[in-house]
């Protein structure tokens, strides 16, 4: 599986932004989705996940405000965010298929899409 992240770029304290995944590989429509993030001097941490089923898991920080999303036809993940502040500024990186050790929040998938961008101004 090959993945493709977009829909970074730079928007105010408050506004909103989509995130795309897009996946080569029919495997995609049958595993775990998850949606990373690396701010700058910090650790990658776990932003959002999606099982194939439709189950979803959120960290605390971005809960009622991200949201994420499938559509297995068009092998394409999604990430909604709202009243994005300044603290959500990182390079966001989509991942697939999570080991079963590690489960759908850790840092421990084996496709991962290169980062992009997202910018939230003050």
């Known amino acids: 599986v090959q993945l493709q992240a977009s829909g970074g770029g730079v928007v105010p304290a408050g506004g909103s932004l989509r995130l795309t995944c897009a996946a080569s590989?029919?495997?995609?429509?049958?595993?775990?989705v998850g949606w990373f993030r690396q701010a700058p001097g910090k650790e990658r941490e776990f932003v959002a996940a999606i099982t194939y089923s439709g189950i979803r898991y959120y960290a605390d920080s971005v809960k009622d405000r991200f949201t994420i999303s499938r559509d297995n036809a068009k092998l394409t993940g999604y990430l909604g965010m709202d009243n994005l502040s300044p603290e959500d500024t990182a390079v966001y990186y989509c991942a697939a298929l999570p080991t079963v050790m590690g489960g759908p929040t850790s840092n421990t998938y084996k496709y991962w899409g290169q980062g992009t961008l997202v910018t939230v101004s003050s």
């Open positions: 590989g029919h495997t995609f429509s049958v595993v775990t």
